[in-house]
């Protein structure tokens, strides 16, 4: 089975603050890659899917780069609505988690 | 507008049963995979289940694989998942979710829209 690790676990960040959120697959998926955001209570929201295209309606500061076995969701300008869960997902397996705080 | 609104979830006792229903509406249900994804307390996402479009093809997590069963009646706009022999680890959030494709493959594994969940508690 297909492993997906992300890090970190959890990041400290500022409003206006650039991030990066790594997924690594234990072995090549492609660009089978989709990543969601999750705030507390709530179900999750699908952000990218095939590693890069961003779903519609989802601001453009959200970005997703990658192929193979390494991905990346970035973050280009915090905004306080930004924190919350991230996951990467391929078929049949999640990553573990992302949470975003406010530093 | 999508709507996906699950219902089910319940307190049962280890070794029991349960039947999960996920209502559709807002899009056409019968031309799209459909998946169960569920959430223990506190924790991340774990896929469970997905149906094809018309319910001939349906795949499962190897932790609930021979226990749970998927269906879908296309002409309800309805999804079910049937959990059997429930353990403690099965206790979790489920939710409903709606793929953009018929069919849960390499095009159409993630999940453009889902439910607000339902709560399954297994302890005696």
């Known amino acids: 089975d297909i492993q997906l690790t992300q890090s970190p676990s959890f990041l400290s960040a500022s409003v206006g603050d650039r991030v990066t959120i790594t997924c690594r697959a234990s072995?090549?998926?492609?660009?089978?890659l989709a990543w969601y955001q999750q705030k507390p209570g709530k179900a999750p929201k699908l952000l990218i899917y095939?590693?890069?295209t961003l779903q519609s309606g989802v601001p453009s500061r959200f970005s997703g780069s990658g192929s193979g076995t390494e991905f990346t969701l970035t973050i280009s300008s915090l905004q306080p609505e930004d924190f919350a869960t991230y996951y990467c997902?391929?078929?049949?397996?999640f990553g573990q988690g992302t949470k975003l705080e406010i530093k | 507008e999508v709507q996906l609104v699950e219902s089910g979830g319940d307190l049962v006792q280890p070794g029991g049963s349960l039947r999960l229903s996920c209502a559709a509406s807002?899009?056409?249900?019968?031309?799209?995979?459909m998946s169960w994804v569920r959430q223990a307390p506190g924790k991340g996402l774990e896929w469970v289940s997905a149906?094809?479009?018309?319910?001939?093809?349906?795949y499962y997590a190897d932790s609930v694989k021979g226990r749970f069963t998927i269906s879908r009646d296309n002409s309800k706009n309805m999804l079910y998942l049937h959990v059997n022999s429930l353990r403690a680890e099965d206790t979790a959030v489920y939710y409903c979710?709606?793929?953009?494709?018929?069919?849960?493959?390499?095009?159409?594994?993630?999940?453009?829209?889902w439910g607000q969940g339902t709560l399954v508690t297994v302890s005696s």
């Open positions: 979710a709606k793929h953009p494709r018929g069919y849960y493959d390499s095009s159409g594994y993630y999940c453009d829209y």
């Open positions: 807002g899009f056409t249900f019968s031309s799209y995979a």
């Open positions: 149906i094809s479009l018309g319910g001939g093809s349906s």
């Open positions: 072995q090549g998926i492609s660009s089978y």
């Open positions: 095939a590693a890069s």
């Open positions: 997902q391929q078929p049949y397996t």
